[in-house]
């Protein structure tokens, strides 16, 4: 099977891995991904008593954790940025077929 190949500045092969899930039973929440997402792929949700997605700054609501989901998939450039700084390898990467 083949994927969609990139070259690099120098002309090198380049396999860019996209962002394909992201495990919230895993996530903690950091921020960091989100920070170093130059995409918007990402946004914080905040999980409450029930095990539903809200407004994590909603004040209304009684938030028992913060996670990140991925709001833009299709924006993903591949970069691989959000896979490094994962501490909690929350996050499934995976190239795409040509």
């Known amino acids: 099977m083949s ?11 380049w396999v860019p891995k996209y962002l394909m899930d992201l495990k919230t039973e895993l996530c ?3 921020g960091r991904c989100f920070k170093v997402c130059t995409q ?3 946004k914080l949700m905040g999980i409450n008593d029930d095990g539903e997605m809200c407004d994590p700054f909603d ?6 954790r913060k ?13 691989g940025s959000c896979e490094t700084v994962c501490g909690t390898n929350a996050q499934t990467h995976a190239p795409v077929p040509a």
């Open 3 to 13: 994927f969609l190949t990139f070259k690099t500045r120098d002309g090198s092969d």
């Open 28 to 30: 903690i929440g950091c």
């Open 40 to 42: 918007g792929v990402l």
């Open 59 to 64: 004040d209304d609501q009684e938030i028992e």
């Open 67 to 79: 996670v990140m989901t991925i709001e833009a998939a299709g924006a993903c450039i591949g970069c």
